[in-house]
């Protein structure tokens, strides 16, 4: 495996953040069209009474879902840590999708919404988001230091089995003071 520098990982984070939050971005991006909308007809607060955001913390959640399992499938080197993907799955399950679905149904059905919900949704929708931001990164931080751990500091227990010696390469400024 592949030992990569500190500027690769830092690099790696960067992209990974840009990613997560460009598609959660995507995500939202509907969700915002209608809160406009809502806000145009002087809604006000009763935005937070509808089932929006409910339903993007579903999405949400369902996709931190399929990215946990994609994770733990793809890579072998993640089978060590299948209980703890395991366990973000169920917590992704019974503390984002299942209170979110209720909502959902609960809502679309109800004449007047609960106030709690106002409060409830967005940290829903906030949890959704960091749920997801783990999943993305999991398979790539645990993958990185799984990569560091196997890698010896470059001691071989094997003796030199008639191996060449490896070629060293001097730059010019140093090979014209010698």
Not at 48 to 68: E, N, R, T
Not at 105 to 123: H, L, N, S, Y
Not at 148 to 176: F, T, W, Y
């Amino acid at each position: 495996m592949k030992k990569i520098s500190e500027k690769e990982s830092e690099n790696l984070a960067v992209n990974l953040m840009y990613g997560t939050y460009s598609d959660v971005l995507f995500i939202l991006f509907p969700f915002v069209v209608i809160a406009l909308q809502r806000l145009w007809n002087n809604e006000g607060i009763e935005i937070l009474k509808h089932p929006d955001l409910s339903v993007a913390a579903v999405i949400i959640a369902g996709m931190s879902v399929g990215k946990f399992v994609i994770g733990l499938v793809s890579d072998a080197r993640l089978s060590q840590y299948r209980e703890r993907i395991v366990f973000f799955i169920a917590v992704t399950l019974f503390f984002v999708m299942g209170p979110a679905l209720i909502l959902i149904t609960k809502m679309i059905g109800a004449e007047e919404v609960p106030k709690f919900v106002v409060f409830v949704q967005p940290i829903l929708l906030i949890v959704a988001i960091s749920v997801y931001t783990i999943a993305i990164g999991v398979s790539k931080t645990m993958g990185v230091v799984e990569d560091e751990q196997e890698q010896p500091e470059h001691k071989s227990v094997v003796p030199d089995a008639g191996l060449p010696e490896p070629l060293k390469i001097q730059s010019q400024e140093s090979s014209n003071t010698s």
